[in-house]
């Protein structure tokens, strides 16, 4: 037994198989820039930023300190018909970041909460214009936006979803845009986009006047990042708009500079009517989310609310939490300060040149990415997902930390890592994946 060890009875960890996870134990001490330790000291570089949410590394004192600060000024206050003028600073920031017009916020602490709370806005907006026929949601093959009910009706992959069917709502699915001839595609590929045809179908299907909403991450992220062909947000814009559809982006991954820009709205060119987002939002260091709706949407629901009552009967104890304000005003000042959003786009072109350079290993059978995002995709193994799995463990082994969805590799480092950071993560990746025997 390994006296670092904690006694693992007691915690049951999420998304894990936790009996090989006792077997086999992955766990971190310690936190500094690009990199973690174990408990023993062994180096583990950060490849996936925690869970893509460190877009400023670990160990920031900057938000540490903020946090202290707030926590020794005033350490919580309820948002129900109260409020702290850190939540109103911390929403004006993000609107100035935000596309021009999707500015009023409200906020949660999870991407799953902000899902959630999307769909209920979303449901109320409708309701306030006399539209409370728009009751079905619109999601894709192979999404993921969070665990809770919206994100569970919503999920476009199976096992998200299989048991949980007493707990979801009406969605109904788009085919995902990946295709065969995009393998190997660096950036946005040249076709597919005429999957957004799928949304103008079911809009016949069902009534374009019947759905509420489509709920679209413009990168599929846990997926293993599946880049949005050239025009397809576009033309997704276009029938929503024929319809009179909300446009919902998850941002909750490509916020807050992992494409290049602040939010992959701006990147793309294409704006929704609906941002969620959470992770780096407060680079990851307190729960927290938000979601960014269109100024007349939220007019219309507070001008259709009768006498004093609530306009919307949602909201969460933490709710704009002082600190977790404290704790995103803090990064935002570092993203700022630091041009993260363009530290990363510079380093993009590094970044990509080292993952498309694992193009002929003997594991790789495609490989996709933008910005400071991409996927790797494995060489199926026994089982669906055994390859990612086993490929996760060897990595972690080797020295790296990366995210792994099925056989799809996750590769998405913080954006202040240095070419040298990335070099070492593509070596480490490069003897793993080199192995024919994996
Ligand atoms: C697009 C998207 N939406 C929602 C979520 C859920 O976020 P959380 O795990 O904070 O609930 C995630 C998490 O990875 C995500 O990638």
């Given at each position: 037994m390994n006296a670092l060890l904690p006694k693992m009875d007691h915690h049951w960890l999420p998304f894990?198989?936790?009996?090989l996870f006792r077997q086999e134990p992955q766990i971190f001490a310690r936190a500094e820039g690009v990199r973690y330790w174990t408990p023993e000291g062994r180096e583990i570089l950060d490849g996936s930023a925690g869970l893509f949410c460190c877009a400023a590394g670990h160990g920031r004192r900057e938000i540490a300190d903020a946090v202290h600060r707030q926590l020794m000024t005033l350490d919580y206050t309820p948002h129900f018909q109260r409020a702290a003028n850190v939540s109103f600073e911390f929403a004006e920031r993000l609107a100035g970041l935000l596309p021009e017009g999707i500015d009023r916020l409200f906020f949660g602490n999870s991407g799953s909460e902000a899902v959630d709370s999307a769909v209920k806005i979303v449901l109320a907006y409708h309701k306030a214009r006399g539209q409370s026929q728009r009751t079905r949601f619109v999601s894709r093959n192979w999404a993921y936006h969070g665990v809770n009910m919206g994100g569970t009706s919503l999920a476009g992959m199976v096992n998200n979803r299989r048991d949980f069917g007493a707990v979801t709502f009406d969605a109904v699915h788009m085919r995902h845009t990946w295709t065969e001839e995009q393998r190997f595609t660096r950036g946005q590929p040249d076709t597919g986009a005429d999957r957004a045809d799928d949304l103008e179908d079911l809009c016949r299907l069902y009534g374009g006047e019947t759905i509420a909403a489509v709920f679209i991450e413009p990168i599929a992220g846990s997926i293993g990042t599946i880049v949005p062909p050239k025009g397809y947000l576009e033309k997704i814009r276009a029938i929503c708009d024929r319809y009179g559809i909300v446009l919902v982006f998850d941002e909750v991954i490509t916020g807050f500079g992992r494409t290049g820009a602040a939010f992959a709205a701006q990147e793309f060119a294409v704006t929704p009517d609906v941002i969620t987002m959470a992770k780096a939002l407060t680079n990851g260091v307190i729960p927290m989310s938000a979601v960014a709706v269109k100024r007349e949407m939220q007019a219309a629901v507070i001008d259709a609310a009768e006498g004093d009552r609530p306009e919307l009967f949602h909201g969460y104890t933490y709710s704009a939490h002082p600190v977790a304000c404290a704790?995103?005003?803090?990064?935002?000042?570092?993203?700022?300060?630091?041009?993260?959003?363009?530290?990363?786009?510079?380093?993009?072109?590094?970044?990509?040149?080292?993952?498309?350079?694992?193009?002929?290993?003997?594991?790789?059978?495609?490989?996709?990415?933008?910005?400071?995002?991409?996927?790797?995709?494995?060489k199926p193994g026994a089982t669906p997902g055994a390859k990612g799995s086993i490929a996760q463990r060897r990595l972690f082994d080797a020295g790296l930390h990366v995210k792994a969805t099925g056989d799809a590799l996750i590769?998405?480092?913080?954006?202040?890592?240095?070419?040298?950071?990335?070099?070492?993560?593509?070596?480490?990746?490069?003897?793993?994946?080199?192995?024919?025997d994996l």
């Open positions: 894990t198989n936790n009996r704790a995103g005003l803090a990064a935002l000042d570092i993203y700022r300060d630091e041009d993260l959003f363009g530290r990363g786009k510079a380093l993009s072109g590094h970044f990509l040149d080292t993952v498309f350079g694992l193009r002929n290993l003997p594991q790789v059978v495609d490989l996709r990415g933008y910005g400071m995002l991409a996927g790797i995709q494995l590769f998405a480092p913080a954006l202040v890592a240095g070419t040298d950071d990335i070099d070492r993560m593509g070596d480490i990746l490069r003897r793993i994946l080199g192995d024919a």
